[in-house]
């Protein structure tokens, strides 16, 4: 499933940046726009993770109709 390996590797780099975020923070910037990039990562991550979910039941639906035909 090519798809979701190319889902999966989109999540992980999601969360490389929300945790570069969270670095930058410490390092110093503008809370206000370390509170930004934060909630922007994670808001993305959600998304994602919600997008494979729907994907993941629709293939489930896919395969159990196969084994009914």
């Known amino acids: ?7 999966v590797a989109e999540t992980i780099s999601q969360v490389t940046e929300g945790l570069s975020a969270t670095c930058a923070c410490k390092a110093g910037r ?9 909630f922007r ?6 998304m994602q993770a919600e997008k494979m979910g ?7 639906k896919a395969v159990s109709k196969k084994k009914e035909s």
């Open 54 to 60: 729907k994907e993941s039941l629709s293939i489930k």
């Open 1 to 7: 499933m090519p798809g979701f390996s190319l889902m």
């Open 41 to 46: 990562s994670s808001q993305s991550i959600f």
């Open 30 to 38: 503008a809370k206000e726009e370390c509170a930004y990039e934060l």
